[in-house]
């Protein structure tokens, strides 16, 4: 596949947006935070509404959906890419970077960083979606940073269609996970990451079912940071006020906007375009 290309050095870059892209809404889950600590920068979100669950697919189909998503981006001249997609991240990041003119940050790296360095007892669990876990990105990637650290791995596949449902709240949520997380609550875990970018949207419910012992790490919070120290590191920092936002999904933008505001409130509201496959 040929990716559109422009030449970041001849860029004027500062002022370009920061493109932001996941199989779905819950990347919103990090562009709200990377909102928080960058307010000055020009966001271009893509979800692909139409496609999502990635979770479920093969390496080859989430390479080639990613790909498509970051020429989208590319197209818009984006001066950093923020796969804010766990899915995609643990997946295929390298095919991504390989291909990509401007700086990539996902999201595994920064929330394992993060993650070791919170646990006191060495042992962390990792929950993800089937793609992420059986990928073992996160297991491979925590020893190599410390292999002391046990690291115990649960799919937990329902959980992004309950979030995305709005019933994150309800008792049927309650009982999945308390199937779900009943071998990492045996095994004496301290911290538990929540390897997907929906699993924030159950926190209430993971934080009940694994006690106030077990911290929790999502991705949102370490990959905002890291992006902002990486953006001053490489002196990519916007220098406007008045950022521009745009969101793009690939499908249903009506019920995007109605499963986003119970999370997010009005922030899509004005913003919210629709755009169709193929998206080459
Ligand atoms: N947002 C995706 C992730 O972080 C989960 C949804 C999906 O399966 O596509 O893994």
Redesign the pocket.
Known sequence: MLLYRFDPKNAKMNNNPIGIF??????LTVVKEIIRVLPDENIVYLG?TAR??????SKEVITKFALELVNFLLKREVKFLVV???????TCLNEIIKVSPVPVLG?VDPTIEFAVGMTKNKKVGVI??A??INSRAYDQRILQGNAKIKVSSVAC?LF?PIAEEGLADHQVARLIATDYLKDLRNNGIDTLIL?????PLMRKIIEETMGSEVVLID?AKPTAKKLKQVLKENNLLSKKKNPKYEFYVTDAPERVLKVASRFFGNVLNGYLKKITLPIL
């Open positions: 996941d199989s779905g809404i819950g990347g692909d999502v669950p990635y979770g479920t697919r804010a997609c766990n899915t995609i991240s643990a999201v993800g979606t793609g992420t596949p992004v390897a997907c970018t929906h699993y991705s």
